[in-house]
Structures are given as C-alpha cells and as structure tokens.
C-alpha cells in the first residue's frame, strides 16, 4: 500500500550545504518551539496543512541565521530565499498540499520540497493557524479598520475557537440598555471569573465551582439593577480573541468611502472591487465582517453592513448586495501580503532578540494584475 506524503523530511545521504554560522543566531529547534508559542498550530482548520512542512535531516541543531518571509513560496521566491542566503523560509500558504505518492521533477510543489532540501533550507506554514490567532492576520485588519474611527470599536471573532476545558459554568447577564453596570461591579466580575465578552446589553463570564459561589453573591447584590442572569454548565469555552474571521463593530457608523480609502491604504493596493445595497440605499458602515484571503464560508456567519475579504464568488456577492451590505474584495493574497511586513516582522525580530535577521521576499506578489 502506498503511503501519501504531505511534508517532506531529508534521507541522510543528501549532501550537506555548509552555511557559515556567527553568533547572531538560534537554534532550529528553538526556532520551531518560538513559533509554536507564538502562532499555536492547534488554531489551524482541519483541512489545511501547518507546521514545517520540509524539514532538512538537521534542522533541530541548525544554525537559523535569517528567516525569509513570503506569502506564497513560487519557484522564484525559493530561488531569492537561497541567493538571499536564508537558511529558514516562513511561507504564509503552504507548498505543499495535495497529496503525492512520488518525489520527482515533474510538479512544481515537488521541485520546491526537493530543492529546499537540496539546499538545506525548512519551510514552515502557519496559514490558518495566523488567521485565527491573536494579533494574527484578521486582528490585523480588524484593527486597521477600527482605527478609521479613531479607535472607537471592537472585534470578535465570527467562529470562535473552542479553548480546552478551563471552567464549568457559563454565567450570562442580561443588562437593561440604558442602564450599564458600574465600573467598580464589571471589576468586581472581572477578578472573579475569566471574563470572556460584553456588550450593550449582555455580559457572558466563564467560571470554575469555587469561583461561581462567590458571583452567584456578587450578581445577587445588584439584582434589581439588571434584566436577569441564567447560569449554563459547558465543556469547552469560546476564545474571547482566537477564532475564524472578525466581526468588527465600531461605535459609531462612517462612509463607505473613508473604510475603501482604510482599505487601500492597509493593503497597500491601488483599486478595490466594490459591490453596492443593490437598493441604491446609501448607509453608514457600523459593522463589517472580515476574513482575509477567501473568506466566503466564514464572513457570512453574521449580518454586518459590510464584508471584506479577499475573493468571493459572484453569487455569494450579489446576494450580499441584495440583502442591502456593501462588499469588498482585494484579490486573495492582496488582504494578507502586508502583514508580513507591518507585523509578523517586527513579531519576529523581538521574539528573537534580533538574533536572526528577518528578510522578506521582493518576488512575492499577487498574481492577479488590474491593467
């Protein structure tokens, strides 16, 4: 029975490249456990493929010097890495996907595992995994667009990830709107739960048995100053920051044309597509729903005054539209590329301590062209 192979690890007998190594450097392995730390693969979606991906006989004692980013690893972008003199690429999707039952010349993946390991180079992907995590991809664009409003917004996943059992009970809290808590009560609430979301008119805390005596006291004293409050016994608890897209919500609604120039600006693009309300109803963007790259099967999951992302298809536009949202689209790697260079670099280099030198790709570009 054949076994399908989706990373790539060296046989010993390939021939060893010698890179010369300085002080200013890190060890493979502790290459690989940073980047776990930071971006937890555990976020990934089960279909995609994560992690390092081809993997070199000595990449856990190797001598990491340089890390070289791209958003895509094409022929090219490989052949810039090694004249670069990278000894480590970081590949934002991932090269090899599809599965193989043979390693030879005859597919483009292929000669990139095979030349990478001929040169002695990891590729590791994080893909999804940077989507979903915090301060990753979609946090990025979340708070781009929240900035368009001075700052005066918030975000939250659209498919939250379901964390590890930490607490027992859900405590849900139903506010009167024009009645908020006081400080010194959601302080109160805070340092005796794991605080988990709130809004206008409901605040949602998970607790453990010891912890939920002590709030069931605390919520019975301001009683008379909220709506109602159920408690819930859960398995798992939805993440506050980790999760699948963004709903963005700002406090106060702003033109569509201040959230395309936003846009344009972040993504570092000249020309978006625009869908309209097909009503020809102009309106106040309050809520957008994002998800970089092609976000269709996640940006839907809530109503919002607009979705982003980077592709959709042309129903899935227009139904939108019909329903009375405003849509952009970018071209898939055009809502992700920019975060190589205004995040995940400077992440690096202080995860690092500068000791390795964080270079990214020049080649790498969205293959679709507006001309």
């Not at 990491?64 to 590949?91: C, H, K, M, R, Y």
């Amino acid at each position: 029975m054949f076994k399908l192979i989706k990373t790539i690890k060296q046989p010993q007998q390939f021939k060893y490249i010698n890179r010369m190594s300085t002080n200013t450097s890190v060890k493979g392995k502790e290459v690989l456990k940073k980047l776990g730390e930071l971006i937890p693969l555990n976020l990934a979606e089960k279909w995609d493929n994560v992690g390092l991906l081809i993997e070199p006989s000595n990449t856990d004692s190797m001598n990491i010097e340089s890390i070289f980013l791209t958003n895509d690893l094409t022929e090219p972008v490989l052949q810039e890495a090694i004249n670069e003199g990278a000894n480590f690429i970081f590949s934002y999707h991932p090269p090899l996907f599809n599965q193989f039952k043979t390693v030879n010349q005859k597919s483009i993946p292929q000669r990139i595992a095979i030349k990478s390991i001929e040169n002695k180079i990891p590729v590791y992907s994080p893909h999804s995994a940077l989507d979903s995590c915090d301060d990753g991809l979609n946090d990025w664009i979340a708070n781009g667009l929240i900035k368009l409003n001075s700052g005066r917004g918030r975000s939250k996943p659209i498919t939250p990830y379901q964390e590890p059992l930490k607490s027992t009970q859900k405590i849900s809290i139903y506010l009167h709107s024009n009645q908020p808590l006081t400080p010194e009560i959601l302080k109160q609430l805070e340092l005796n739960s794991n605080f988990q979301f709130f809004t206008t008119d409901k605040i949602e805390l998970s607790c453990n048995q010891q912890q939920l005596l002590i709030l069931t006291n605390l919520i019975q004293s301001f009683s008379n100053e909220i709506k109602g409050w159920d408690i819930v016994n859960q398995e798992k608890v939805s993440s506050l920051n980790n999760g699948s897209g963004k709903l963005v919500t700002l406090d106060e609604g702003i033109d569509i044309d201040v959230v395309i120039k936003g846009v344009k600006e972040l993504f570092n693009i000249e020309y978006v597509r625009l869908g309209k309300p097909l009503s020809g109803e102009s309106k106040k963007i309050k809520t957008i729903s994002l998800c970089a790259g092609s976000g269709g099967s996640v940006i839907f999951g809530e109503k919002a005054d607009l979705y982003l992302t980077g592709e959709l298809t042309h129903h899935a536009i227009l139904d939108a539209c019909a329903k009375g949202s405003y849509v952009i689209v970018c071209d898939h790697t055009n809502s992700e590329r920019g975060y190589l260079s205004q995040i995940l670099k400077p992440n690096l280099e202080k995860l690092f301590d500068n000791r390795v030198k964080v270079l990214i790709s020049k080649l790498d570009t969205d293959p679709l062209k507006v001309i």
